[in-house]
């Protein structure tokens, strides 16, 4: 038998991790596996070119397949998708391009069906401009809705509308100021992404009861819980102070709304109203640009009810210069201090979120991995590396089969909104055209987005029609048709990594130590419970290398779980290029001391 088959048996799709709550107390999203979809990407049911929620619901035999527990969708409310439904008008519909709330019914009801939970993503940092509450805001300053958003006059002694006026020198992360200047009313309104997106004003109760009513609706409706995005974000320092120029025009309002001085009672606050005297177990998310380990512990501390995990960025920031425009390389020692870091600080209280990419990042195998002479066996190496960490795994959609970057030739194949006003800033700015482009192509958010791979049809089996953005070309070989007939995929390796989770609780549960961290070339671990050891070996290059880690002869003598190349019984830790391992043994504990008679 190929070693880089063993495995232990799989567990029934999906529904093995809600079952641990009952057996050991723990909350099942300890144990889950958790899929995202970006539902403009996924599947495509009418031929428009946009996915959508039929598309998802045909789709559910396939996650199941995967034998993931949770799905978390992308927002799919109605919004004019400034920032592809990240900028919401009406939180209690569904947006006509992607269905209607009978279809998102149909899809809860095939995901429940299967044992799978749904995650809905909560926007209530900003609405979109064209949400009834903001076009109320605006109407006029004594609206009663005007101070449920950001609204200011200019900086004293200028003139509104000038170039300079904006109420404070706050740069948006989508370029420009934080402030859009409203004609009609000459005050300009706070949004920290895009002019289209305000700021809501979490300091007036009305916003927060509203957005706690709307949360209780969802969860009445049957959702399983809330991935909030820059849930961080919320409080801000009402003083609205100008923040540093480092550059440029625009200062860094982030120490003013990142982490502000409310944040923790909005999160409490929003715990009790909603979540607390419910039945059943949800699953909370906070997406966190910033936080710090220290603050992540607050967060999480159950004692604390507050929020279940945290998306941290300090590993995706790795490689990153001035701005995540000035790419650098990326060392494996950083990787490993970092997330070796969060797995420390987040040990005895608190949980991890573990993911290596999202709609918003690049696709990992061509960041993290070699997307072009060991694109399999590094996508199969990245599954290992992030799922055997104590925390819950992300997949995104589409990593499973290992999609890679796209080969975006101009700025006219970007439709992402902070690529393309990066462009234009950067350009206008006097930066090379070419340059700003190389940039874009490893770190655009649109690398993630191009449309799911499922068979080497016209664009890709997504749809029928045009698709919103290109296919990725390299579809007739990367597709989920090829990957789910051939037993050496990328997939049914992701399968096995996911069913290791349910049915080995030292993945789950078990205690985090990181090995040789100063390795430049292998990522090395242990996990441990209950006197049962996981070493996981993981080779980061293209050339063959030694693990050298503790007791190495032991582990090489010991059980292989998992690996990405066929491994002969009792081989040397020598680690061909991007291979892993993952081995298994039982530790003698010592003897218990005797009871102290002092
Ligand atoms: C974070 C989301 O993940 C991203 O896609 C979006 O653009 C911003 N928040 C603004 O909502």
Known sequence: MRCDEVMTTTSP??????????????????????????????????????????????????????????????PIYPSPQD???????????????????????????????????????????????????????????????????????????????????EPTNWQSFFSGSAWEFDEESREYYLHIFSRRQPDLNWENSEVRQAVYAMMRWWLDRGIDGFRMDVINMISKDPALPDGLVRSGLWGDGTPFFVGGPRLHEY?????????????????TVG??????????????????????????????????????????????????????????????????????NNHDQPRSVSRFGDDHNYRVLSAKLLATVLHLHRGTPYVYQGDEIGMTNAPFASIDDFDDIESRNHYTAA???????????????????DNARTPMQWDDSPNAGFTTGTPWLPVNPNYRQINVAEAVDDPNSIFHYFRRVIALR??????????????????ELVYAYTRALDGVSLLVVANFSDTTVPADVPERGAWAASQLVLANYPVDAGADLELRPWECRVYRRMVLRRPASPARSD
């Not at 999160?267 to 699953?283: I, P, S, T």
């Not at 501390?301 to 998306?311: C, G, T």
């Open 13 to 74: 799709h999906g529904s093995s991790a809600a079952r641990a709550t009952a057996a050991n107390g723990r909350p099942w999203w300890r144990s889950a596996v958790v899929y995202q979809i970006y539902p403009r990407s996924f599947a495509d049911s009418n031929g428009d070119g946009i996915g959508d929620l039929t598309g998802i619901t045909s789709k559910v035999d396939y996650l199941a397949e995967l034998g993931v527990d949770v799905v978390w969708l992308s």
């Open 83 to 165: 920032d592809n439904g990240y900028d919401i008008s009406n939180y209690q519909e569904i947006d006509p391009v992607f269905g209607t709330l009978a279809d998102f019914d149909e899809l809860l009801a095939a995901l429940h069906d299967r044992g799978i939970k749904l995650v809905m993503d909560l926007v209530v940092n900003h609405t979109s401009d064209e949400h009834p509450w903001f076009i109320e805001s605006r109407s006029s300053t004594d609206n009663p809705k005007r101070n449920w958003y950001w609204w200011r006059g200019p900086r004293e002694g200028m003139r509104a509308g000038d170039l300079g006026a």
């Open 267 to 283: 999160l409490q606050e929003m715990h009790r109203e909603v979540l607390a005297d419910r039945d059943g177990q949800f699953l």
């Open 287 to 356: 997406e966190m640009p910033f936080v710090t380990v220290e603050q992540a512990r607050l967060f999480t501390d159950p004692a604390r009810a507050e929020l279940d995990m945290v998306f941290q960025f300090e590993h995706v920031w790795l490689d990153r210069g001035a701005s995540k425009w000035d790419v650098q390389p990326l060392r494996l020692r950083d990787l490993k201090a970092t997330l070796g870091r969060w797995q420390a600080g987040l040990a005895e209280v608190g949980w991890n979120s573990l993911y290596w």
């Open 427 to 445: 350009v206008a700015a006097g930066e090379d055209p070419d340059t700003v482009l190389g940039a874009m192509r490893h770190m655009s958010r």
């Open 502 to 519: 349910h049915t080995d609780p030292v993945v789950a549960y078990g205690d985090f130590t990181m090995l040789i961290p100063d390795d």
